[in-house]
């Protein structure tokens, strides 16, 4: 099973508050992704993992944003004094099986962030 | 990342063909073409993907253009569950290029009527 759980799927905060949303993969796998999709728009890239390793990191990230993934299995995104401009789809994925075995990714649901 | 171009919307009646087009005219030799598609509410799921022959599985059919500069995602018969917003994407597969970056456009809204 490739599936990709997130919690919460929505949340609504205000302006300055923190939130922090986690990615539960439902079966163990060594990467792990974060992206953003705003309205309209498609997903952004924000980080990535390798196990507990964070290899990589957009210029999306601004220094309010800070993504763990502690024991190599589920993995937080934490975005400290929101803005308005945060309001967003945070999306996880986790590698999956495309034609031929071939590595693709599988997507969460996503957690919707509305920030008042 | 070379870049795809799509038209922002498309219209289908239920159980009709749909042919999706995707231009990617600087694509590299080492560029698969890979589509998605986001249902409402839902995160993108992977669709199909090839690098320069059609391909075909249970969800639809890749045609690739000879040149590779174009492609088209087939419906073969468009039920409203289709209706999302679907994305053509290049991923490089040069070496230690991480697989799941993946840069998506703005994509094609379709709509399937019933």
């Known amino acids: 099973d490739t599936g990709v759980s997130q919690n919460p799927r929505h949340k609504i905060t205000k302006r300055g508050q923190n939130v922090t949303f986690r990615c539960d993969p439902i079966?163990?796998?060594?990467?792990l992704y974060w992206y953003r999709q705003t309205l309209g728009q498609g997903p952004e890239f924000l980080t990535y993992?390798?196990?507990?390793?964070?290899?990589?990191k957009s210029r999306l990230l601004s220094d309010r944003f800070s993504a763990e993934r502690p024991k190599g299995s589920f993995s937080t995104l934490e975005i400290q004094r929101t803005e308005q401009g945060d309001s967003a789809m945070y999306l996880c994925?986790?590698?999956?099986?495309?034609?031929?075995?071939?590595?693709?990714?599988?997507f969460g649901a996503g957690s919707r962030l509305t920030v008042l | 990342d070379a870049k795809t171009t799509q038209p922002n919307s498309m219209e289908s009646n239920e159980e009709e063909p749909v042919h999706l087009p995707c231009n990617h005219s600087?694509?590299?030799?080492?560029?698969?073409i890979h589509w998605y598609r986001q249902l409402p509410s839902q995160g993108p799921e992977y669709v199909i993907h090839g690098l320069t022959s059609n391909v075909n599985n249970r969800m639809a059919s890749l045609a690739i253009a000879e040149d590779r500069k174009s492609s088209t995602l087939i419906l073969h018969r468009a039920t409203l569950r289709d209706a999302a917003v679907y994305y053509c994407i290049l991923r490089n597969n040069r070496g230690g290029t991480s697989y799941g970056k993946l840069t998506f456009g703005q994509g094609t809204i379709l709509t399937v009527h019933p």
């Open positions: 993992f390798q196990n507990e390793a964070q290899l990589e």
């Open positions: 079966s163990e796998h060594n990467r």
């Open positions: 994925a986790g590698p999956g099986q495309g034609i031929n075995g071939a590595n693709v990714l599988t």
């Open positions: 600087t694509i590299s030799g080492t560029d698969y």
